[in-house]
């Protein structure tokens, strides 16, 4: 039986070539194919700067050190999200704090968001989660998060390839002070692992290259200490600088050259997701038990997943009884997300989904189905007609 999963990378011979080209060249890491990749992202999405690092999760983790966000700082973020949202907040010691989406898009709600600010103190970043690669409201929530003093940093780790409702592309910053992708497999497209941070500050983007790799500078003219770096004010040519506590989070010049290869196909991609998805909702316009979960803006959506609401409760279902009969017939299904409030870890931490009543109804009732590139239209008929049948 030919199984279909929720979501899966699409790579070609050209991939395959690229990444042997890039053994062949002797550079495998710190090389060419890093800066061309990152000025190729960066031009893509409209933004001045590109930093590319070991993963989206890592790249949350440096957008938040790289914004001095730390200790005795909040951070709002979705909890209809990766747990990597989150923790990242946690990594640099903030307290991450959840606050509800709106209904129609499964994103972080603007009237939601004004009370979750006025409820904490110390709100110093705000991390919008494009769900799915549909983008939030980003000129309510820039206006909510500037009136507050707080930084945005865009968790777009599904939405590579995406728009704003204004037609500009998620990553361009235009709302926010940084924007997070993820290149992870299952995402809009792939270097293996890995993830890239946008931003037009460009004190932010030194402060991003530094903390990728430990926090050392290997500039001259940034250089803290002139006594060492230089002899009868010659350079001296063994000198680097650490000037402050950084990671190695670095990507490799192999998944460059995979991501640059993958670039060049990022549109058709998202072209091609966007007609199955249109597909799905044509299918499912004429029954009432099975809703695309996002109502709003999918036009401009980068269709990372194919979320949708069906009511196990009323149709006297389980969830997951249904998702062991779509396994049965080699679809698989998978549900995006889990809460982290609900998260043993967090729960443990005191977080629970009492302020977000539309994630919780939202959580009840979500199911992603297939949605990938190399989806065919007969392999999506089929997903149709087992949903279908199992539903009526
Ligand atoms: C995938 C994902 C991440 C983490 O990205 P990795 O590259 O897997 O580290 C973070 N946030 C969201 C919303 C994601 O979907």
């Known amino acids: 039986m030919e199984i279909l999963p929720y979501g899966r990378h699409h790579i070609d011979e050209t991939d395959i070539q690229a990444v042997v080209d890039c053994l062949r060249s002797g550079a495998l890491t710190q090389g060419p194919k890093i800066l061309e990749f990152e000025k190729a992202i960066a031009s893509y999405v409209g933004a001045r700067y590109a930093v590319a690092v070991s993963s989206g999760t890592a790249a949350l983790h440096l957008a938040l050190l790289a914004a001095d966000v730390g200790a005795d700082s909040t951070v709002i973020t979705s909890p209809i999200t990766f747990a990597a949202s989150s923790n990242a907040a946690l990594y640099v010691g903030a307290s991450p704090v959840f606050s509800d989406v709106s209904m129609d898009t499964i994103n972080l709600s603007p009237e939601a968001l004004i009370e979750t600010i006025k409820e904490n103190d110390n709100v110093k970043a705000i991390i919008p989660v494009h769900l799915s690669g549909l983008a939030c409201d980003m000129s309510s929530i820039s206006k909510i998060s500037s009136d507050a003093g707080a930084i945005i940093i865009e968790d777009a780790a599904q939405a590579l390839g995406a728009n704003y409702a204004d037609g500009r592309k998620v990553g361009c910053c235009s709302h926010s002070l940084m924007t997070v992708f993820s290149l992870h497999p299952v995402k809009s497209m792939t270097t293996g692992e890995g993830g890239?941070?946008?931003?037009?500050?460009?004190?932010?983007?030194?402060?991003?290259?530094?903390?990728?790799?430990?926090?050392?500078?290997?500039?001259e003219d940034a250089y803290q200490c002139l006594e060492s770096a230089q002899t009868e004010g010659i350079p001296n040519p063994w000198y680097y600088e650490m000037q402050e506590l950084g990671y190695n989070y670095r990507i490799t010049d192999i998944q460059c050259a995979l991501g640059l290869s993958q670039l060049h196909k990022l549109d058709k991609f998202i072209e091609r997701r966007r007609l199955l998805a249109d597909r799905y909702d044509r299918a499912f316009s004429d029954t009432k038990w099975i809703i695309p979960a996002q109502q709003s803006?999918?036009?401009?959506?980068?269709?990372?997943?194919?979320?949708?609401?069906?009511?196990?409760?009323?149709?006297?279902?389980?969830?997951?009884?249904?998702?062991?009969?779509?396994?049965?017939?080699?679809i698989i299904s998978q549900v995006h997300h889990i809460p982290v409030p609900i998260q043993p870890y967090y729960k443990k931490l005191g977080f629970n989904m009492d302020n977000c009543p539309n994630a919780?109804?939202?959580?009840?009732?979500?199911?992603?189905?297939?949605?990938y590139y190399g989806l065919t239209e007969q392999q999506q008929d089929y997903v149709i007609d087992v949903l279908t049948e199992l539903l009526s």
Do not use: C, W
């Open 297 to 330: 803006g999918r036009e401009y959506s980068a269709h990372h997943l194919y979320p949708v609401k069906i009511d196990f409760k009323g149709m006297g279902l389980t969830r997951a009884k249904f998702m062991n009969q779509l396994r049965e017939r080699g």
């Open 196 to 219: 890239v941070i946008t931003t037009n500050d460009m004190h932010v983007f030194k402060r991003l290259t530094r903390l990728r790799s430990h926090g050392i500078v290997k500039e």
């Open 360 to 371: 919780q109804d939202y959580y009840q009732q979500a199911l992603s189905i297939p949605l």
